[in-house]
Structures are given as structure tokens and as C-alpha cells.
């Protein structure tokens, strides 16, 4: 069966640097996302990405943050300079279309900030 | 987004069906009803969804109600495999917007 692939699973990095995680999505999918999980917390939306780009955006999605699909198949998040408080899971997913159909979420990346 | 309203946690026994209510009554007409689980230590998974009609799959029956201002999650018969947060959220059908607003779930914890 098909899935969401992100790498690594695990990051950890100091305070202050550059980090990207990156994800495989579904290979006919047209719609990608990045949500991050907080540990105790809500799973929370932060971008979607359709036709090379953003379509939507919350508020936890400032400067900091960068989405791209350089290659066609790989979708990255950069973070660039990053905080403690960006500690979180931090999940990618794909959708076929966008609105009534379900979207695929990965296993997740585990980002510890120190 | 539409807000839904869930209860914190739930208890079911192996082999039981179970019951999931959710709680929209301020749903619009094109809102679709979605439902996602994430078990532990994993990242949310599609279960279900539906606008009007009840719906099956493999996973699971949802059940809306006639005026749509609630609706029930329905596992036929509940596996240890099946403890874990259930979401109830709703998702605009009409380009107003395509990100999934996760609240707080229900926790299901599954007896053996």
C-alpha cells in the first residue's frame, strides 16, 4: 500500500540552527501539508502546498518557516533558525484532491531542539 | 472552521462495538464530516467520512444525523489495535479552505 515516507525520524539540533526535514508524499497526490504535534498537545496545521505553491497557511507558519518540492517527488520543511519551543513531532501528508477526500499522513519527525 | 464537541475519553471492552459521539451544531451545508484516529506514537490516520448519508468502509460505520448537527462513529467490534484518539472534525467543502483542524479527541481505551 502506498505511504507518506519522512526522514529522519529523529532530529535533534542546537538552538539557533537550520534544520529540514523531508518527506516522500504519495506519488499522484497533488496536495501536501505539514502539521506538528507539540508533545501532550493538539495536532496542529501549519501549510499546504498545491501546484508549486502555498495555498494555505496558519499563523504558526512566520518567516521562520519554508516549504519546497525541489525534485517532484521529495517535500521538505526548513526550518531556519530554530527554537526550543519548535520541539515537536512534526507530520507531512498528501491528499489525491482536496476537499472531500482523506488526506495520508507520515509517521512523523521527531524534531528535539536543545 | 466549525467547532465539534467530543467526550474527553472512553472505555470499551475486546470484541465489543463502540460507540464515538461527536457533537456539530453549527455545521454548514458543505461541510464534510471527517474522521481520523492516531494511535500511539503514530501520525493521524484516515478513517471515515461523510455529508449526509451514513457511510461504511472497512474500518468503520458513520452514522449522521438528519439535520447533520451530530454524528456517531460506530466500530463494530473494537480490537486492542483500535485504543486511540479519535478525531471528529469538519472540513469545507467549497474551497474555503483544505487544512484539517484537529481538537482535542476522544481517547479510546480498549479492555481486554
Known amino acids: 500500500e502506498p505511504e507518506v515516507t519522512q526522514t529522519p525520524s529523529h532530529q535533534v539540533t542546537q538552538m539557533g540552527q537550520e534544520v529540514i526535514l523531508r518527506c516522500v508524499p504519495i506519488?499522484?497526490?497533488?496536495?501536501f501539508y505539514w502539521y506538528r504535534q507539540i508533545l501532550g498537545q493538539k495536532v496542529e496545521f501549519l501549510v499546504s502546498f498545491y501546484n508549486n505553491e502555498i495555498s494555505e497557511k496558519s499563523e504558526i507558519f512566520d518567516d521562520q518557516f519554508s516549504v519546497e518540492r525541489p525534485d517532484g517527488s521529495n517535500f521538505t520543511l526548513k526550518i531556519r533558525s530554530t527554537k526550543l519551543e519548535d520541539s515537536a513531532m512534526y507530520f507531512c501528508?498528501?491528499?489525491?484532491?482536496?476537499?472531500?477526500?482523506?488526506?495520508?499522513f507520515g509517521q512523523g519527525t521527531r524534531l528535539t531542539v536543545v | 472552521d466549525a467547532k465539534t464537541t467530543q467526550p474527553n475519553s472512553m472505555e470499551s471492552n475486546e470484541e465489543e462495538p463502540v460507540h464515538l459521539p461527536c457533537n456539530h451544531s453549527t455545521i454548514s451545508g458543505t461541510d464534510y464530516i471527517h474522521w481520523y484516529r492516531q494511535l500511539p506514537s503514530q501520525g493521524p490516520e484516515y478513517v471515515i467520512h461523510?455529508?449526509?448519508s451514513n457511510v461504511n468502509n472497512r474500518m468503520a460505520s458513520l452514522a449522521i444525523a438528519e439535520d447533520r448537527k451530530s454524528s456517531t462513529l460506530i466500530l463494530h467490534r473494537a480490537t486492542l489495535r483500535d485504543a486511540a484518539v479519535y478525531y471528529c472534525?469538519?472540513?469545507?467543502?467549497?474551497?474555503?479552505?483544505?487544512?484539517?483542524?484537529f481538537g482535542g479527541g476522544t481517547r479510546l481505551m480498549v479492555k481486554p
Open positions: 501528508a498528501s491528499s489525491p484532491t482536496v476537499m472531500t477526500t482523506e488526506a495520508f
Open positions: 506519488s499522484n497526490h497533488l496536495y
Open positions: 472534525i469538519l472540513r469545507a467543502g467549497d474551497n474555503a479552505g483544505n487544512m484539517l483542524t
Open positions: 461523510g455529508l449526509t
